[in-house]
């Protein structure tokens, strides 16, 4: 069996460009940022908050959660949801790390 795209690079670059694709759309950038100043939320709130349609939001929750950024849990009819602290600090460092290895000197010619 052939090499894989993703075969060709490290597991940090892999996890992080995966990480990235989360981040990917302005929805979930929204979701999260109502999130971290919430620091919680039920479904329904971000429908009335971001005007999009439920099952809109129900996707980029789907997708978050998948990326493991958020957490739900089950409140009756409705599900909670919040930041997975653990994970986000885990992303924090992978994208810190990627930022804090810029020197801010371009080679000759470049900038």
């Not at 992080?16 to 620091?39: D, G, M, S």
């Not at 939001?57 to 997975?84: D, F, M, P, W």
Request: net charge neutral; charged share 20%.
């Amino acid at each position: 069996m052939g090499v894989t795209k993703t075969d060709l690079f490290t597991d940090r670059q892999n996890a992080l460009a995966q990480t990235a694709k989360a981040f990917a759309h302005p929805a979930r950038v929204a979701i999260l940022e109502y999130l971290l100043k919430a620091n919680a939320c039920i479904n329904g709130d971000l429908v009335q908050e971001l005007g999009l349609a439920q099952a809109t939001i129900s996707q980029h929750l789907r997708e978050l959660k998948e990326a493991g950024l958020i957490r739900g849990t089950i409140e009756g009819v409705s599900v909670s949801y919040c930041i997975n602290p653990q994970r986000w600090q885990e992303i924090k460092a992978l994208f810190n790390r990627l930022f804090d290895s810029y020197n801010g000197v371009c080679g000759p010619g470049i900038c």
